[in-house]
């Protein structure tokens, strides 16, 4: 298995705080994602990464940010909860863009 | 129209039967496919590339139609294990850099 752990794996959280989840690779893959999961939409791109301090939305970027300040750890904010962002979040990391390895996910609810 | 399409399901089957998956995508100019097989609860994990000449891996063999973009997945001798949500991937470049897309997952249950 890829060497990809995310945390925490779950979370409540009230409307309006921020969140913050992180993805952490030892893989030292270049390519890191950040998608959402919901019932009936499959998995939607959030934000990505290709490179430390490099990264670029994906189709539901909206109300999210991402830095990246190590090769290895990705990290997703909320910057203000909405229940809207209640979802499962998976990170992936990919060492050339296409293959993409998955970590186990986190359960966020905002209540 | 949806850039991924697969059927839902569910496909409830019984142990040792063969069934089959197809996809189709909107973009001709995608270009490279996959199958990711996902557990109730748990994070999607590659099962195959799919190739233009088709694959097999043991009883699971992957097609590619390029002319009527559409890819299939066949599953023989099916197992208990293969119980799960298969997702269609398809891979195309935007802006420089490649995207997945998936479809939605079709839920296959085997039946004892």
């Known amino acids: 298995d890829a060497g990809i752990t995310q945390s925490p794996r779950h979370k409540v959280t009230e409307t309006g705080t921020p969140v913050t989840l992180r993805c952490h690779q030892t893989e030292n893959h270049r390519y890191m994602y950040w998608y959402r999961q919901d019932p009936g939409h499959g998995l939607r791109l959030i934000h990505y990464s290709y490179g430390v301090k490099d990264t670029d939305k994906g189709e539901v970027s909206d109300g999210y940010s991402v830095s990246r300040s190590k090769t290895e750890d990705f990290l997703l904010t909320l910057e203000s909860a909405t229940s809207s962002q209640t979802s499962v979040y998976f990170c992936a990391i990919s060492p050339a863009s296409y293959e993409q390895y998955f970590g186990p996910g986190t359960r966020l609810t905002v209540t | 129209r949806k850039e991924v399409e697969q059927d839902p399901g569910p496909f409830n089957v019984p142990e040792g039967a063969t069934v089959a998956f197809n996809c189709t995508y909107s973009n001709s100019a995608s270009q490279s496919f996959f199958w990711y097989r996902q557990d109730c609860r748990k994070e999607p994990k590659l099962l195959m590339s799919?190739?233009?000449s088709g694959n097999e891996d043991g009883r699971f063999t992957a097609q590619l139609n390029r002319a009527s973009q559409y890819i299939s997945l066949l599953i023989r001798d099916s197992k208990l294990s293969d119980s799960a949500t298969y997702l269609c991937v398809v891979n195309d470049m935007v802006l420089g850099n490649e995207k997945l897309t998936f479809g939605t997952g079709t839920r296959l249950t085997i039946i004892p």
């Open positions: 799919v190739y233009s």
